[in-house]
C-alpha cells in the first residue's frame, strides 16, 4: 500500500498508503543497526493470532538482516523497544491511545513515543495490521510467499515514520477475496502440489490464503465453491483455521446461508425448490446455521436463494412468483439466524447480492431488510451494475460490491491472465464508494495468481479509499515495482506494464480470437484492420524486448518473482496475440510463401506459450507452483494453436487510418454547478480517460458539462466522427450523451445496454460503448466537436475521425 514518501535517510526506501498530517517532520527509529537489535515488548496475555504477527515480523527482521529480535512479555512500560498489542493493553496507559482507538473497527496506532515504537490496534485485526503495516514498510511484500518476493540482504534498517504517527482505520469494513473458477490452477495445485494429504483446497492452503489476507489488510473470505471443490465447511480444519486468523465467513450469491450447494445439496433431498421443497431446504439452511453459530466463527450470512450453482431460482413461474418467494424466504432465513445467534438481527451481519436476474427481482419491488447489506455486483466485466441511490445509501446495512478481476462466462470467459486496467478498478470503486458502498468489497480474483497487482490495487482502496489520487495510478505501480524489485527500475519499467493493461483494455488475450463461450463457438478473423494489427505486433514486441532488457537487473533473489509477476503475464499475452494476430495476416496476401511464414509465426507463438507454462509450473521456484497455471483453462478454442488460414480479406482501397483524439486533448470545457471534469490516470485506450468529479450520482437538468475538440481533415467530403466511451452502467439505463460537429444540430444518444445482449457483449469484448454521427466538411479548415453529458458516471475514452464514401 502506498502513498506520499519521504526519502530514507539510511538505507530503505519507505512505501506506504499511510495519510500524513500536514506536519511532514520525519522522525527515525532503528530495527537493526551495527550488532545491535530492537526489543519486542508484549503483554504476557497477548491474543495468539497478535503472537503470530509478532513471530512473522521477527522472522521478516531477520530474513533481510540476519537479526533475530527478541519477543520479552512485561508488565508495562520500562525500557525502550517495540511496544505491540492492543489497545486495551495494560502496556499502554496513554490517554492519547486510548482516545484514538476506543470503541474503534480494526484502527492502527504506529508512533515513536521517546525512545519507544508503539504499535496498536483497536483490537485484534487492528493490532495486526500495525503489525504488518510496519512490516511493509520495511520493505516487505505481502506476497513473500505467494510470489516469492525474497528478501534482499541488509545489514541495518531504520523504520522512519511522521513525527505524529501512523494513524488509519479502514474505508471499508468488510474487505475480502472471492475464490472462483478455481478448476484449472488453485485447486489442481492444492490437491496435488501444495495439499495432497487433503487432496482439495483445505486447512494449509487456507491458511496461506488466510496470511496472505491479513498482509493486505483484508478480513473477509468468500470460500471456492465450484464442483472441483469440496464444501468448505465440509473439509476438517476448515472453519477452524478461520476462526484462528479471525477470517470473516461470507459466501456467493448463488450460495446462501453460507450453504455451498453443488458440494453440498444432495440428490437424495430432493429438488432444491421451495416452493415444493422448502422443508428440506429449511432443514438444509438450520443445519449450517446451528454448526456456525456453536463454533464462534465470524461470519456475514447471504440472504435470498438462486438455483443450485450460478443459475435462477427453481419453480417460479414469473416474476411476480419469485419476488414474494424471495421476500418470503429472506423472512424465514432471518427469524433462524436470530434464533441460532440469540441475537438482534441488527447484530448479525447480512448481506443481499442482487446477481443477474436477482437484480431484476429487486428493481421490480422485491423489498430487503434495512440491515441487510445491499452487496451491488459488476456485469462481470468491470463495470458496476448498479449503486445504491440516495435513498438506499441511508440504509442501516449499508452497501457494498462484488466485483470480478476474473470470470467464467458468456460473452468470453478470462481465466487465464489478469489484465483489468487499474484505472477502471480505481474509477468504479471509487464510484461506488463515493456512492455509499462502504460496508462490504467483495473481489473476485479467481486463483488468486496471475493477479497479484490487481489484488493488492483492489484492497489497497478498501483498506484507504484515498491512498492513490486519480492522477496517481502510475505512481502506485512505480512504488510496487520499487518495492517487488528494485527502485532502479520503477520509472522504465512503469509504462511497460502499464502498456500491457492499455493493450489488453483494447481486446483482451482471451478474445483474440474473436469467438465465444456458452455456447463456444470457433474463432475467427479480426475486426482489427492490417494496419492495426501490425501496429499491435510491434506494440507487444516492444514489451517483449523490454521485459528481457531489464531481466539481467533484478537481483538474484526476485528473479522467481520476476518471471511471475511481469514475464509470464507480458510474455505469454504478447504470444496469444502473436498467434492471432499472424494468422489473421495469412488472410490478408495470396503470396504462398508469406502466408507460410505468418503461420510459421502463429505456430511458434503458440509454442512459446507452452514453453513460459511449462517453465511457471515445472522450473520457476523449484515447482512450488505446480499446476497452478494453466494456459487453457475450460479448454475454449481460443487456447487451442490455430490451423492454416485458408480464408482471404481484401485489403481496402485508398483506406486512410482515422484520426484519433484522446480525450485529455480537449480545447475547452464546461464544468457545471460544483462538477468538473477531470482525466483518470491509466484508464482506458487513452490511459486518460475523462469523466466528471465528484463521482456522486446527479443529473444535469439545464445546463450540460461539455469538453470541445478541434481536428483538420485533409479534403472535403463525407466524414464520420466515432465517440468511444466506456460502457458504464447506470439505475435506470438513462446515460445520454450529445454530439454536435461544428455548426450541426447535436445528436442524442442513450449509451447504456442490457446485460447479455447483443450489444452489451460486444461493448464488454472491446471495452467501448460507440457512437456515430456523419459530417460532411465542406472545406479543409478546422473542425470540432462538442461532447455533452446528462450526469456523472460517464466515461470518454476517445474519438475516431474517418473520411467515408
Given amino acids: 500500500m502506498f502513498k506520499i514518501q519521504f526519502p530514507f535517510l539510511i538505507i530503505i526506501a519507505l512505501l506506504t498508503n499511510t495519510t500524513f498530517a500536514q506536519n511532514n517532520k520525519v ?9 545491535k537489535a530492537a526489543t519486542i515488548f508484549i503483554d504476557s496475555k497477548t491474543d495468539d493470532l497478535i503472537l503470530w504477527a509478532i513471530k512473522e515480523l521477527v522472522t521478516d527482521v531477520e530474513d533481510i538482516t540476519g537479526k533475530h529480535l527478541e519477543i520479552v512479555p512485561v508488565a508495562k512500560m520500562t525500557k525502550p523497544g517495540i511496544y505491540i498489542g492492543q489497545a486495551s493493553s495494560s502496556l499502554f496507559q496513554s490517554k492519547a491511545i486510548q482516545k484514538e482507538l476506543s470503541n474503534e473497527w480494526e484502527k492502527l496506532y504506529i508512533k515513536k513515543e521517546e525512545q519507544n515504537l508503539i504499535i496498536a490496534g483497536s483490537d485484534v485485526r487492528g493490532t495486526v495490521f500495525a503489525i504488518f503495516e510496519l512490516a511493509e514498510q520495511l520493505g516487505v511484500s505481502p506476497w513473500k510467499w505467494w510470489a516469492d518476493v525474497n528478501p534482499i540482504q541488509k545489514k541495518e534498517l531504520v523504520f522512519q515514520l511522521p513525527a505524529n504517527g501512523i494513524i488509519e482505520k479502514p474505508s471499508v469494513q468488510y474487505r475480502g477475496i472471492f475464490l472462483n473458477d478455481e478448476d484449472w ?25 488466510f496470511q496472505l489476507l491479513l498482509r493486505l489488510k483484508a478480513n473477509t473470505i468468500w470460500p471456492a465453491m465450484h464442483p472441483s471443490t469440496k464444501g468448505f465447511f465440509t473439509i476438517k480444519g476448515n472453519k477452524e483455521i478461520a476462526q484462528k486468523y479471525h477470517m470473516v465467513i461470507g459466501s456467493s450469491h448463488a450460495e446462501p446461508m453460507l450453504r455451498n450447494n453443488v458440494d453440498e445439496w444432495k440428490k437424495s433431498f430432493g429438488e432444491f425448490n421451495y416452493f415444493t421443497n422448502s422443508d428440506q431446504v429449511n432443514k438444509y439452511w438450520e443445519t449450517r446455521i446451528e454448526e456456525v453459530s456453536s463454533s464462534k466463527n465470524e461470519t456475514i450470512m447471504t440472504l435470498g436463494m438462486r438455483g443450485v450453482h450460478d443459475s435462477k431460482m427453481e419453480g417460479a413461474k414469473n416474476l411476480e412468483e419469485s419476488i ?23 447484530e448479525i451481519p447480512q448481506a443481499f447480492v442482487p446477481y443477474k436476474e436477482v437484480l431484476e427481482l429487486y428493481d421490480n419491488g422485491l423489498k430487503v431488510p434495512d440491515d441487510v447489506t445491499l452487496v451491488w455486483p459488476d456485469d462481470n466485466y468491470g463495470y458496476i451494475r448498479r449503486l445504491s441511490n440516495e435513498k438506499e445509501q441511508k440504509r442501516i446495512g449499508g452497501g457494498g460490491v462484488y466485483y470480478h478481476l476474473s470470470y467464467w462466462g458468456r460473452p468470453h470467459d478470462y481465466l487465464w491472465l489478469s489484465t483489468t486496467q487499474p484505472g477502471l478498478i480505481w474509477s468504479e470503486m471509487s464510484k461506488a464508494y463515493q456512492n455509499g458502498a462502504k460496508k462490504m468489497w467483495i473481489v473476485n480474483v479467481g486463483d488468486i495468481k496471475p493477479a497479484e497487482y490487481n489484488i493488492e490495487f483492489f484492497m489497497d482502496l478498501a483498506w484507504n479509499i484515498n491512498s492513490i489520487p486519480s492522477v496517481g495510478i502510475n505512481e502506485n505501480l512505480k512504488k510496487w515495482i520499487s518495492r517487488e524489485f528494485t527502485p532502479t527500475l520503477a520509472t522504465d519499467l512503469s509504462p511497460v506494464i502499464s502498456e500491457y493493461y492499455r493493450l489488453a483494455f483494447i481486446r483482451k488475450p482471451e478474445y483474440m480470437g474473436w469467438s465465444q463461450t456458452e455456447p463456444s463457438t470457433k474463432v475467427n478473423l479480426s475486426d482489427f484492420s492490417k494496419e492495426e494489427m501490425e501496429q499491435r505486433i510491434k506494440d507487444y514486441n516492444n514489451l517483449v524486448e523490454k521485459v528481457d532488457s531489464f531481466s539481467s537487473s533484478i537481483p538474484k533473489e526476485r528473479k522467481d518473482a520476476w518471471f511471475q509477476l511481469v514475464e509470464y503475464p507480458i510474455k505469454a499475452a504478447a504470444n496469444m496475440n502473436f498467434k492471432f494476430l499472424y494468422w489473421n495476416l495469412e488472410a490478408y496476401t495470396k503470396d504462398s510463401a508469406q502466408k507460410d511464414k505468418y503461420q510459421e509465426q502463429s505456430a511458434q507463438a503458440y509454442e512459446k506459450i507452452k514453453e513460459l507454462t511449462t517453465f511457471y509450473n515445472t522450473k520457476m521456484s523449484n515447482g512450488k507452483w505446480n499446476l497452478m497455471m494453466s494456459m487453457k483453462p475450460r479448454n475454449l478454442p481460443v487456447f487451442d494453436p490455430v490451423e492454416k488460414n485458408t480464408l482471404e480479406k481484401e485489403v481496402p482501397v485508398n483506406s486512410s487510418q482515422p484520426k484519433v483524439i484522446q480525450a485529455n486533448k480537449f480545447v475547452n470545457a464546461k464544468n457545471v454547478e460544483n462538477y468538473k471534469w477531470q482525466p483518470i490516470d491509466g484508464l482506458g485506450f487513452s490511459n486518460n480517460a475523462m469523466t466528471i468529479f465528484p463521482l456522486n450520482q446527479h443529473a444535469f437538468k439545464n445546463e450540460k458539462p461539455s469538453l470541445v475538440y478541434e481536428f483538420e481533415v485533409l479534403d472535403v467530403g463525407n466524414y464520420e466522427v466515432e465517440v468511444h466511451f466506456l460502457p458504464t452502467h447506470s439505475n435506470n439505463f438513462d446515460d445520454q450523451v450529445f454530439v ?27 471495452n467501448s460503448a460507440i457512437v456515430k454521427v456523419p459530417f460532411i466538411a465542406s472545406d479543409s479548415k478546422k473542425q470540432n466537436v462538442v461532447i455533452s453529458v446528462n450526469q456523472t458516471g460517464i466515461i470518454l475514452d476517445y474519438i475516431a475521425v474517418k473520411k467515408v464514401k
Fill in 27 to 35: 522522525v527515525d527509529f532503528p530495527i537493526v543497526e551495527s550488532n
Fill in 324 to 346: 414474494t418467494m424471495v421476500d418470503k424466504i429472506i423472512g424465514i432465513q432471518r427469524n433462524m439466524l436470530s434464533k441460532a445467534f440469540k441475537k438482534p438481527l441488527n
Fill in 740 to 766: 454536435k460537429v461544428n455548426e450541426n444540430e447535436p445528436k442524442s444518444f442513450l449509451i447504456n445496454t442490457k446485460d447479455r445482449d447483443k450489444a452489451w457483449k460486444e461493448n464488454v469484448l472491446r
Fill in 185 to 209: 490452477a488453485l485447486q489442481p495445485w492444492a490437491a496435488k502440489t501444495f495439499e495432497p494429504e487433503t487432496g482439495d483446497i483445505g486447512p494449509k492452503t487456507y491458511e496461506k490464503i
